[in-house]
């Protein structure tokens, strides 16, 4: 184990023999770190924390801290880290509530840029980018591979679906489809069409591509169709697509209602 002698670390606290700590850290109790895991300068976590393996925590992070939520009061929640995520500078996570999941978690393969938080009862995916000062209010779900671009601020309780992309700036106040490229704030928020870039690096064929377009002009350019009208049309003439059935899913699970105001050109 390679320890800064000026790192402050809690007798307590489990830490893989391969863990590499650096100056001026510091590690409560109650926190468990996974192998190959690197904690910068002046990062400091409390618990209950487990973070997994190959993570680069960078300097001035601040893991696990109590949740920003008036009614907490103490009670014993926690906060979870997949593996291999990098977690850069001044980046915040806290920990979940006991009147919401009790826990934070943030799954593999994420990259948090400067100065993101992520707060209480949240729940990150696995390959999501949140790029510099990107924030989410508590009890937020982010699916995999979504990309929130800086200073973009998702509210409390809301969606973010899977290869999303939320453009910089945005303030999302509703839920994101998956697949979609959404910008704005409040209710100046647009869908401007399917994140066709992010698809296709991601391996999609063009099939499900097309299928997700032509799916998209009926949900969100049919100015003729109510949205349930609209999503049996969808599921009845593309329901064969597995994109498709999701984001149908997505729009009948919402509780907070989806971004579907479409902007004026495709993207």
Do not use: W
Request: charged fraction near 20%; charge should be negative.
């Amino acid at each position: 184990m390679n320890i800064h002698p000026s790192a402050v670390i809690d007798p307590a606290a489990e830490l893989d023999s391969s863990v590499r700590v650096g100056p001026g850290a510091v590690i409560e109790k109650g926190v468990r770190i996974g192998a190959d895991t690197v904690i910068g300068p002046h990062a400091v976590i409390s618990g209950p924390t487990t973070i997994g393996i190959g993570n680069t925590i960078s300097p001035f992070v601040n893991l696990g801290a109590p949740p920003q939520d008036l009614h907490y009061h103490g009670e014993e929640t926690r906060l979870e880290i997949g593996d291999h995520n990098i977690i850069r500078e001044y980046v915040s996570l806290h920990r979940g509530t006991a009147s919401g999941r009790g826990v934070t978690s943030v799954g593999n393969h994420n990259m948090l840029m400067a100065y993101v938080h992520v707060a209480h009862d949240c729940q990150v995916g696995d390959h999501v980018i949140m790029a510099n000062a990107a924030t989410l209010g508590g009890h937020v779900t982010v699916e995999d591979r979504a990309t929130l671009g800086g200073m973009v601020a998702v509210h409390q309780f809301t969606r973010i679906g899977g290869y999303a992309y939320i453009g910089g700036m945005s303030g999302i106040s509703k839920d994101v489809p998956p697949y979609v490229i959404v910008a704005g704030i409040r209710n100046g928020m647009r869908v401007t069409g399917i994140n066709k870039v992010g698809l296709k690096r991601a391996g999609f064929d063009a099939e499900s591509i097309n299928m997700l377009s032509r799916a998209f002009k009926l949900l969100f350019r049919s100015s003729d169709l109510i949205l349930q009208d609209a999503l049996d049309k969808v599921e009845a003439e593309f329901g064969a697509c597995e994109q498709v059935q999701r984001m149908v899913k997505f729009f009948r699970e919402s509780k907070r209602g989806v971004v579907r105001t479409a902007g004026e050109d495709e993207l």
